[in-house]
């Protein structure tokens, strides 16, 4: 799968090393995808769900935010972390998911393409929010359940004043105005215009700070 075209459509420069990194992580997805049908995103699709997207999002993100250590909860096989992780070169990725299958495929593509600064975690998000301290500057995730359960894990995660991002491809105004959990503000919510072969894509980023009670 090639992977110049999403990028071009969509304005995204990037290093060759990447690009080749990048390329080659998006052709093991598809090829353990035609055996174990991992994920639902068609192979055309694949590079812009899970280069493209995250890319966007970083690019808007890094106007407020020089994230040095990062987390990626419930990443499944890398999404959004690993892309993410090659827009933010300074900075430390732990991408954590409870699915053996997936976290092994994971780890053997992070260590394959050298992605140095990334780390794969097998593990529940229960347990890890009782053995980390809180202390990553961004914690992303594409929904680990219900925000506000999603938020309740990614509080326990955050350092103080930082960032939260969490992916929606569908913007629920009434769930993330319902949902309130104290310490966190929402700052913004990010709009990302995606363009997808034939059609423009509009997918959503919720962007909560943690602050002082």
């Not at 004043?161 to 992916?167: P, R, S």
Request: charged content about 30%; aromatic content about 8%; glycine content about 4%.
């Amino acid at each position: 799968m090639e992977i110049f075209t999403p990028l071009i459509s969509n304005q995204i420069e990037m290093e060759q090393n990447d690009i080749d990194r990048l390329t080659n992580y998006i052709k093991a997805l598809e090829k353990w995808n035609n055996i174990h049908a991992l994920t639902s995103v068609s192979a055309r699709e694949l590079p812009y769900v899970f280069i493209v997207e995250p890319i966007v999002a970083a690019r808007e993100l890094a106007k407020t935010v020089n994230p040095l250590k990062c987390i990626d909860i419930g990443t499944g096989f890398g999404n959004p972390g690993i892309a993410m992780s090659v827009y933010f070169k300074k900075a430390d990725f732990l991408l954590l998911d409870a699915s053996q299958k997936k976290t092994a495929l994971l780890r053997k593509i992070v260590y394959d393409e050298k992605f140095e600064r990334v780390k794969v975690v097998t593990a529940r998000i229960e347990d890890v929010t009782k053995q980390i301290d809180s202390s990553f500057d961004l914690v992303i995730s594409r929904g680990i359940g219900s925000l506000d359960k999603t938020l309740e894990y990614a509080y326990e995660l955050a350092k103080l004043d930082g960032t939260i991002a969490i992916f929606k491809a569908k913007l629920d105004v009434k769930e993330f105005s319902d949902t309130k959990k104290e310490g966190l503000v929402l700052d913004r919510v990010l709009t990302l215009n995606v363009v997808y072969p034939l059609r423009e894509v509009a997918r959503y980023v919720l962007v909560y700070k943690k602050v002082v009670l």
